[in-house]
């Protein structure tokens, strides 16, 4: 399957949207899950373990997605990081991009946009 | 509440006539909900299955619960769960068609699915129905703050019913809210809007009550109240704010900032220097409280 051995790693402090998320990735193989559930512990578990694909949450304690986001991407320009959040206003999505992001989804979650969000990366791996 | 909506939708199909429809709706009232068109409603058994145990009922004399947790079909805790909670009204006049013969189990499975997907759409914008509640709440909440109520809590107020028939189910009745001084909190979850407009919102309910708030949330029937429970109360808080905030920007072009949500673990809430509303949610699985602290301007 497409995402068998790929490493993923979701952000998010709500354990509920990060087992939503796994539920969906789950139907397109057996990737190896990395978890954070603030974005400072996102940023340490991205320079041990360089995931394939970040999921982060923008509104998170201890460090928020957008700055998770501007870290990891200062330590390695090539991460591929995709914002899921409830907060989709025009401002958080700009600052989302600038931050380096490459995708933003708006919850409540979709499975189609998940899908089209791993195919987009994993096709022809 | 959708009753009337889904027999317009049948009419609207041909699926019945105007009389036809008339009588059922006579019906509907004296009728009472059969646990098979309930777990078909539910997704846990298809029509064929429902069929099979209606036929091993002629043949035995159990009930239908008993005979589909036998054949694997049901869980006892699905059955225990499907009995409590009745499902939403257009399910009963459904139930009245298949019952007089007009269509058979599978074609309600067929339109329960179809109209369900095409409401789901409808749940975006405001419902006349839903207008019309949210339009009482605004007047009783006029009698609590006796002040005109601003933009932004008009628009947090609709945005609120609208996810609770969204998210949760249209089987609600808001209580009238009134000004709150102290709250003795059950399960209390809170989050906090900054910006042009200031308000921190609590969700509180009883631990039994917020297995079943979960349970509709998530669409997985939970058992205990556990960190997916817990997290689905929190969720539901900070999916409401965040559209919030994105409404609120798209419509007044107004940035507005959330914080992330926070169990209270104070037993006591005691509040002094700010307006707060208590509005209570009822639920049939029981009752929600809302707690709207609000910082006014000025």
């Known amino acids: 399957m497409i995402l068998d051995n790929a490493k993923i790693l979701i952000g998010d402090d709500s354990i509920l949207a990060r087992k939503q998320l796994k539920d969906i990735i789950l139907g397109y193989g057996e990737p190896i899950f990395y978890e954070a559930s603030n974005g400072q512990d996102a940023v340490d578990i991205y320079k041990k373990e360089k995931p394939d694909l970040v999921f982060l949450d923008i509104v998170m304690p201890v460090k928020d997605g957008n700055a998770a986001t501007r870290e990891i991407m200062e330590y390695d320009s090539d991460a591929e990081i995709v914002i899921v959040s409830s907060v989709g206003t025009q401002s958080q999505l700009k600052a989302a991009i600038e931050a380096g992001a490459k995708d933003f989804i708006q919850k409540p979650l979709n499975a189609d946009l998940i899908l089209h969000v791993i195919y987009t990366r994993f096709e022809g791996r | ?180 001084n102290e709250y003795p909190t059950n399960y209390c979850v809170s989050q906090q809007i900054h910006g042009e407009f200031n308000i921190k919102i609590y969700i509180d309910m009883s631990e039994e009550t917020a297995i079943s708030f979960a349970s509709r949330y998530v669409g997985e029937t939970f058992e205990e109240f556990d960190e997916y429970v817990q997290s689905s109360v929190d969720d539901f808080l900070n999916l409401h704010n965040g559209l919030f905030n994105v409404n609120i920007s798209n419509e007044r072009s107004v940035e507005l900032l959330l914080d992330p949500p926070y169990t209270e673990d104070n037993p006591l809430l005691i509040f002094n220097d700010t307006e707060t509303y208590l509005l209570p949610v009822v639920f049939p699985f029981g009752m929600i409280n809302f707690i709207l602290e609000i910082t006014v301007p000025g």
């Open chain 2, 1 to 180: 509440m959708y009753a009337q909506f889904f027999g317009n939708y049948l009419l609207s199909r041909k699926v019945i006539t105007s009389e036809q429809l008339i009588l059922a709706m006579k019906q509907k009232s004296i009728d009472h909900m059969k646990l098979g068109t309930l777990a078909i409603h539910a997704g846990y058994m298809t029509a064929n299955e429902v069929d099979q145990i209606v036929i091993q009922q002629t043949h035995q004399d159990k009930r239908f619960g008993e005979l589909a947790v036998k054949e694997g079909y049901l869980t006892q805790s699905q059955v225990t769960a499907l009995v409590k909670d009745q499902g939403p009204d257009f399910l009963l006049l459904g139930q009245v068609f298949v019952d007089q013969g007009i269509i058979d189990n599978e074609r309600l499975q067929e339109l329960i699915i179809d109209y369900q997907s095409e409401n789901e759409l409808d749940d975006y914008s405001i419902s006349e129905e839903t207008e019309e509640n949210v339009q009482h709440l605004i007047e009783n909440f006029l009698i609590a703050t006796e002040r005109p109520l601003s933009p932004f809590e008009v628009s947090f107020l609709q945005l609120l019913f609208n996810n609770l028939v969204r998210f949760i189910g249209d089987d609600f009745t808001p209580i009238y809210p009134y000004p709150c």
